[in-house]
């Protein structure tokens, strides 16, 4: 995630008083995202999101609670801050 996005993210959160664990663990649904494709977050549209969380669930078959926890931070990125 580029630095200025990333800033702005965190703040965001800070203000609505997220957990520190919560930040940590939406950080790490930012960086696994831009990992698997490479490219800038701002950049990816819903179906390639979407496909991104059918590979947790089915390839890495992740808990239902921690690919909700992606799923939020995906929602938090993607509704209130782009």
Do not use: G
């Not at 496909?51 to 669930?57: H, I, P, Q, R």
């Amino acid at each position: 995630m580029a630095s200025q996005l990333r800033d702005e993210v965190n703040m965001h959160m800070r203000l609505r008083s997220f957990s520190p664990r919560t930040i940590e663990s939406y950080t790490h649904a930012y960086e696994e995202l831009a990992r698997y494709y490479f490219v800038p977050l701002d950049k990816l549209v819903c179906k390639e999101i979407q496909k991104f969380l059918d590979y947790l669930v089915s390839v890495r078959k992740l808990e239902w609670s921690t690919i909700n926890v992606y799923f939020s931070a995906y929602r938090l990125l993607y509704e209130k801050i782009l």
